[in-house]
């Protein structure tokens, strides 16, 4: 099976990021994602999600 084109993968997370659906944002994104953000560098899923979200206590979860 071939994976999803990159196009798709990102409407569908962008989709998803921004009708407030977190999880399946999250879903879509590689446990060892690489994200260049201002001002910092951000290496797997964990440090992602913090930027993206918030923390768990104070964020969109």
Excluded: Q
């Excluded at 569908?12 to 446990?31: F, K, N, P, Q």
């Amino acid at each position: 099976m071939n994976p999803p084109p990159a196009r798709d993968v990102v409407t569908d997370y962008h989709r998803a990021w921004t009708s407030g659906r977190v999880e399946d944002a999250m879903s879509l994104v590689a446990e060892d994602v690489t994200c260049r953000a201002p001002g910092v560098d951000l290496v797997g899923i964990e440090a992602f999600d913090r930027l993206s979200f918030g923390p768990p206590d104070g964020g969109a979860r």
